[in-house]
């Protein structure tokens, strides 16, 4: 059993910076990309960012290009979204994911376990 809790959202003006952390346990040996996605009100859940188990790859959406920083810590089990430069429409429930197969890592469909989500709301 895999379990993923996310912390550090909240609410924050246009502007400002958040960090996300994921802390993850279970059958983190079968890790391989641990990613982030988002889902704001009235919209599909998306991509936003992932980074592969040694770190050596890092995806990110265009819209956070140059704003967010994905980063893991393999021996903690935990993936971080450093968010700066926020704006109103980041403001989503921001979800951690992993996937064990290390293909996809853009992609929903590939990941196996998810977070329940942490609420990010910047203000304008």
């Known amino acids: 059993q895999v379990q993923l809790v996310e912390s550090g959202g909240g609410l924050v003006q246009a502007g400002g910076s958040l960090r996300l952390s994921c802390a993850a346990s279970?059958?983190?040996?079968?890790?391989?990309?641990m990613g982030w996605f988002r889902q704001a009100p009235g919209k599909d859940r998306e991509f936003v960012a992932a980074?592969?188990?040694?770190?050596?790859?890092?995806y990110y959406a265009d819209f956070v290009k140059g704003r967010f920083t994905v980063s893991r810590d393999n021996a903690k089990n935990a993936v971080y979204l450093e968010m700066h430069s926020l704006k109103v429409e980041d403001t989503a429930v921001y979800y951690c994911a992993v996937q064990t197969s290390g293909i996809g890592a853009t992609e929903q469909r590939s990941y196996n376990y998810w977070g329940q989500g942490t609420q990010v709301t910047v203000s304008s």
């Open positions: 279970g059958r983190t040996f079968s890790f391989n990309v």
């Open positions: 980074c592969t188990r040694g770190g050596d790859r890092l």
